[in-house]
């Protein structure tokens, strides 16, 4: 073995981990992606002989990584800032509330804060004074818009990766968002069920080409030209609350990427200049072994905003309340 190959240890704790879930395990700074080329030219190996990503740990002696790692491009970190926190942890998933701006894994541009990035330095700082056996790799299995706040739940190992991915496949787990949107919502309940299709310009649009979809939008609080709704996506699309509340004729009160058509009014809305809608609550499955429901209130700015709008209807004749 070279002076650049790499001898890993086997623990018996991991056994059911495959080979490249225990190396991502590992190395939880460098992407899945760029670990299955490692596989397919033979570099991770048991003895002399090369092992397939899939093979189980627990069924290998020895473990071997050919030539090390160092071609392997880690993931963008980011600068190291604020807008993140978490709201609950255990054995099998960690919850956290995110301020608007911050994405969940790093962006294009790769440079601001991110959850997955902010989890990464955590687990990466802690290494140094816990053993091997309470490694971690925070694990996306869902996402919200970099500029939604709210709720983004992670997984920590492979078992509860499977099984929340699974979940939210099957539309297992419910999902509720706070939006305030442009116009006055009089139906105290309304289903959008129209297809989402990718559009131009990083904009999704609905159209018969498009991903079945549906969102059930419920009136909270009426201003009378803005309303503050409790939004249930049924699905999971990209912008899928944006996108029906727009086709609604309800886009959200501030949204650069769907605004309403030249020809209607575009409200002013105090207190709050980034997108109106809050990631609020998740429920997990019936069946979930463990803490199932996670809830966080709006952030100050989306606060400040309801508590303007309420003071202008108050002065103009009074907020509707459902």
């Not at 002076?3 to 991502?24: C, G, H, M, N, W």
């Not at 395990?25 to 490692?38: E, I, K, S, Y």
């Not at 990584?65 to 963008?76: Q, T």
């Not at 978490?86 to 959850?115: F, M, N, T, W, Y």
Request: charged share 30%; proline share 6%; glycine share 10%.
């Amino acid at each position: 073995m070279s002076s650049e190959d790499r001898e890993l240890s086997t623990p018996q704790f991991f056994k059911d981990y495959t080979v490249i879930e225990y190396l991502a395990l590992l190395f939880p700074d460098l992407p899945r992606r760029g670990l299955r080329p490692l596989f397919a030219d033979g570099k991770v190996r048991s003895g002399k002989l090369p092992v397939s990503p899939r093979a189980r740990l627990g069924d290998l002696d020895q473990l071997s990584v050919v030539g090390g790692l160092d071609g392997i491009e880690p993931m963008a970190m980011g600068t190291e800032g604020s807008g993140v926190g978490i709201l609950h942890e255990d054995g099998q998933v960690v919850v956290l509330v995110k301020d608007s701006g911050v994405p969940v894994i790093p962006d294009r541009q790769k440079e601001a804060e991110s959850c997955l990035a902010f989890l990464l330095r955590r687990e990466l700082r802690q290494r140094e004074d816990k053993p091997v056996e309470e490694y971690i790799r925070p694990r996306v299995v869902h996402r919200i818009d970099r500029l939604t706040s709210g709720l983004v739940i992670f997984a920590k190992t492979p078992v509860a990766e499977r099984k929340l991915s699974a979940s939210f496949e099957a539309r297992q787990v419910s999902k509720e968002y706070l939006a305030i949107v442009l116009g006055d919502m009089a139906a105290a309940r309304k289903t959008i069920s129209v297809p989402i299709e990718t559009g131009r310009k990083g904009r999704m649009r609905w159209g018969p080409a498009g991903k079945s979809s549906e969102t059930v939008f419920e009136a909270v609080e009426r201003f009378g030209t803005f309303t503050l709704v409790r939004a249930r996506p049924l699905s999971g699309r990209t912008h899928q609350i944006r996108v029906h509340a727009l086709a609604a004729g309800f886009p959200l009160a501030v949204d650069s990427l769907y605004r309403p058509s030249a020809t209607g009014t575009w409200g002013q809305l105090q207190g709050i200049d980034r997108l109106t809608l809050h990631a609020r609550s998740l429920e997990l499955p019936g069946d979930w072994e463990g803490e199932r429901r996670f809830s966080c209130e709006p952030p100050e700015d989306f606060s400040r905003a309801l508590d303007e709008l309420r003071r202008g209807a108050a002065a103009s004749g009074g907020a509707s309340v459902e």
